[in-house]
């Protein structure tokens, strides 16, 4: 059995995390994996050539590497897995509920504050849903079938993000009036605290003690948007333009975009 480490330099969220697990999850020669996000690590217990498992993460364009690669003895790896797999069903139905409760919140809070930051926000939770839906839904499916659920999520997800940098287009163009930016930041808040407890959940489930650590969530993309939309917030309010706003919509709806590709690769895996 070999012990093997990469490097998932472009690994920056738990989403991220699954979309790793959903591409080796048809290498019936993994017997475990283990995720460090905050170092951007992943330790892989498996059998066979390191280098196949490093082909089958290529398509993700994580910038993924091999640090180093051991032999090690593994027990009862059977009742461990099973254990595993029925931890992270569940803790994966904690955070797609709370995901998708952020969605609705931001997406009409958005719409009702005029602010695309806060829509654009609420596309990047929706994406989130996707892929730990996409997780969930994987267990007990055939490889095809979670090839066609993956490739029908990244296209509609794709969709949102187009028309979202349509509109943000549109507003450029045209005569809007400035978002509400007293929401936005309220919003964005609550959203950030939304985010820091999934983070808690998927850290206290992956270590012996139970605090969280710092720079697990100042590495995650989605605590980074929340932050950048409250930043956002407050330029509205000084300088009184709509144009802070639209920008961050803007930068969002393009990493919802590039997320939805990388969903779409991994579908074709």
């Known amino acids: 059995m070999q012990k093997t480490l990469f490097k998932i330099a472009k690994m920056d969220c738990p989403s991220e995390e699954q979309m790793i697990r959903m591409a080796l999850a ?38 993924s590497s091999i640090i180093g690669s051991e032999l090690t003895q593994v027990t009862d790896a059977a009742n461990s897995k099973t254990s595993n797999d029925h931890q992270q069903s569940k803790l994966l139905w904690q955070v797609l509920a709370i995901n998708l409760l952020f969605f609705i919140i931001e997406s009409v809070s958005g719409w009702l504050s005029g602010s695309m930051g806060l829509v654009a926000d609420s596309l990047d939770m929706l994406a989130d ?54 929401m936005m930041i309220g919003i964005s808040m609550l959203a950030l605290l939304g985010n820091a407890l999934c983070l808690y959940l998927l850290q206290k489930s992956r ?3 139970v605090h969280m ?21 407050v330029l509205t309010w000084f300088t009184q333009s709509r144009y802070p706003d639209l920008l961050i919509g803007l930068l969002v709806f393009a990493l919802v975009a590039s997320g939805a590709v990388k969903i779409l690769r991994l579908s074709n895996n």
């Open 26 to 63: 048809p290498n019936t020669r993994i017997h475990s994996l283990a995720f460090d996000i905050a170092n951007r690590q992943m330790t892989v217990i498996h059998e066979g050539d390191a280098a196949v498992i490093l082909q089958q993460l290529q398509p993700l364009n994580f910038d």
């Open 129 to 182: 849903s996707f892929v730990y839906g996409l997780a969930l839904f994987a267990v007990g499916h055939s490889l095809q079938t979670k090839q066609l659920t993956a490739k029908v999520a990244g296209v509609l997800q794709l969709l949102l993000a187009v028309a979202g940098l349509v509109e943000v287009v549109r507003r450029f163009l045209g005569a809007e009036t400035i978002p509400n930016f007293a």
């Open 207 to 209: 270590s012996e003690d």
């Open 213 to 233: 650590q710092a720079s697990m969530i100042f590495t995650s993309n989605d605590v980074i948007v929340n932050l950048g939309v409250i930043l956002t917030g």
